[in-house]
């Protein structure tokens, strides 16, 4: 099935609202429309220097759909992309409240 990648985004968070930077990419099909591939990471190296400086992130890029969490790794029940990206976004604001 071929695929087109169709978000490629790297925000620079300020480091008043928490440093780092939030990365988005998404692969969907080319025939269907549907997100197929996702990586949504929060990197922050000052946080955390190993995983490539990955804090939080999800994606599904080998062995299913997982989390990524100050390195540890846990698969996750996929719903949806859209609940992923809300799960993303709910991790990465509880951390920066927490600061």
Do not use: C
């Not at 992130?57 to 997982?66: F, L, Q, R, S, W």
């Not at 969490?69 to 990465?92: A, C, H, L």
Request: net charge negative.
């Amino acid at each position: 099935m071929a695929e087109i990648k169709t978000v490629d985004e790297t925000h620079k968070i300020s480091d008043k609202r928490g440093n780092g930077k939030l990365r988005r990419e998404i692969w969907v099909s080319e025939v269907t429309g549907q997100v197929i591939r996702y990586n949504l990471a929060y990197i922050n190296h000052n946080l955390h220097a190993h995983d490539n400086g990955r804090v939080i992130g999800y994606d599904n890029a080998h062995d299913g759909h997982h989390r990524h969490y100050f390195g540890k790794v846990e698969p996750v029940n996929f719903v949806s992309f859209e609940d992923i990206e809300n799960r993303f976004e709910q991790d990465w604001i509880a951390l920066r409240n927490d600061k």
